[in-house]
């Protein structure tokens, strides 16, 4: 591996992750259609639509903002765990109400996922807490915050307390439960099912040839992705093609990634009824669960005689990057669209006049930043760019 080049050729087994990576999304028509159904589930579940009816503020959504659940405050983080800025609701702190709430700007729970955010996943700080991680929940900052607006308007003042998230998350459940795909039950999947073209980008011929490209090399390919077969297997059909299964060696459905790195889950089959030994995983397979271990033994087993070096690209920071990362500590490439956001279609969703740059504020670097400098080999505005390049990039 030569000094100062990035080179995909230099590894013999790179995995990818499906959604925001190989499968790409309009994120506007997805914001736009994600806000309406969770306002739809909330009204309809007693909340006041005074505030939640309201026309969507682009400007107020920003991928990387940290929820203090109890507080009802929305908070942005600098690299080291300070809080560069902060809402309670949609109203701006001033300096003064930031230094009540988090004195020296900094906020225990905070502090901790700045030095590992898996210690926040799950557990005591994961129920203060919550991070805004991809365009599936960007929404849920606005709607967090037109919320606690409307509770601190009927009480005339700020709650002691405030627990409108749990409700938030049993929206989420109904709509990504796996159970609910193929019922349409989940109105999330019955519109995307419904208008596909609306909310996917189709895989250039160039990306699946690149693709092609590397298997012809020797790569080992693999897909990892936490959706459950049914919907991965639409979402693939929908921007790679209906052969989607054969750009892979295998493939790896309801991960449950971060956990998939850390834990040593079963592999099952696509009913998950069963447990699937690492001996009896085959060569363009499609299975459920698992885990990296027994994986990557897999792989070694597949080119014996190769001393394996191996990739994953994602876009997901912590689910993707820090955690594969920090416990395999194998090489990541991170997808994220922010770094083109100055000529993207959906500008008004990745940058944010109100928070300002996903990536730096006028002072600092976000954690965001610091996640992708430390734990990512290489970061792309998305998959096409990669395959228009070079097969030897300069590393930044």
Same mark, same amino acid.
């Given at each position: ?6 080179? $995909? ?50 400007? %107020? ?24 800025? /902060? ?56 709607? %967090? /915050? ?70 012809? =090399? ?41 956990? $998939? %790195? ?36 897999? $792989? ?9 070096? %191996? ?30 956001? /100055? ?16 990536? =730096? ?14 734990? /990512? ?11 228009? =390049? ?7």
């Amino acid at each position: 591996m030569e000094p100062g080049l990035f080179r $995909f050729s230099d590894y013999d087994c790179i995995g990818f992750d499906l959604d925001n990576t190989l499968a790409r999304y309009k994120i506007r028509p997805l914001v736009d259609m994600e806000y309406e159904l969770i306002v739809q589930f909330l009204v309809k579940k007693g909340y006041s639509g005074k505030h939640l009816t309201k026309p969507i503020n682009y400007d %107020f959504l920003l991928r990387g903002l940290i929820l203090d659940l109890n507080k009802g405050n929305i908070l942005k983080l600098s690299e080291d765990g300070k809080i560069i800025s /902060a809402c309670h609701g949609t109203r701006l702190m001033t300096k003064d109400e930031l230094e009540k709430y988090y004195p020296n700007s900094h906020w225990e729970p905070t502090d901790v996922f700045t030095k590992d955010p898996l210690q926040t996943w799950n557990g005591p700080y994961s129920e203060k807490m919550r991070s805004i991680l991809d365009y599936y929940d960007t929404v849920v900052s606005l709607i %967090f /915050a037109r919320l606690v607006d409307t509770l601190d308007e009927d009480n005339k003042g700020p709650l002691p307390n405030y627990t409108i998230y749990s409700d938030i998350y049993d929206c989420f459940v109904e709509m990504f439960s796996s159970d609910n795909f193929q019922s349409d039950k989940s109105t999330f999947y019955a519109e995307i099912k419904s208008n596909p073209e609306k909310y996917y980008y189709k895989c250039s011929k160039k990306l699946l040839s690149w693709l092609k490209s590397l298997r012809k =090399q020797g790569k080992l390919l693999y897909l990892l992705t936490n959706s459950h077969v049914d919907f991965a297997s639409f979402t693939a059909s929908c921007c790679i093609g209906s052969n989607w299964q054969e750009y892979f060696d295998i493939v790896i459905t309801h991960a449950k990634k971060p956990g $998939f %790195f850390i834990t040593n889950r079963d592999f099952q089959g696509l009913k998950e009824t069963v447990p699937i030994s690492g001996e009896q995983l085959k060569l363009h397979g499609v299975y459920s669960n698992g885990n990296w271990t027994v994986l990557r033994e897999f $792989f070694i087993k597949q080119q014996p005689n190769v001393n394996q070096r %191996f990739l994953f690209v994602g876009d997901n920071l912590i689910e993707d990057i820090h955690t594969h990362n920090v416990y395999t500590t194998f090489d990541t490439v991170a997808i994220c669209e922010e770094l083109a956001e /100055a000529n993207h279609p959906d500008k008004s969703i990745l940058h944010s006049n109100f928070w300002g740059s996903y990536f =730096q504020d006028t002072e600092f670097d976000t954690i965001w930043y610091k996640i992708m400098k430390n734990h /990512a080999k290489m970061w792309f505005p998305n998959m096409e760019f990669i395959a228009n =390049q070079s097969c030897e990039i300069e590393r930044i």
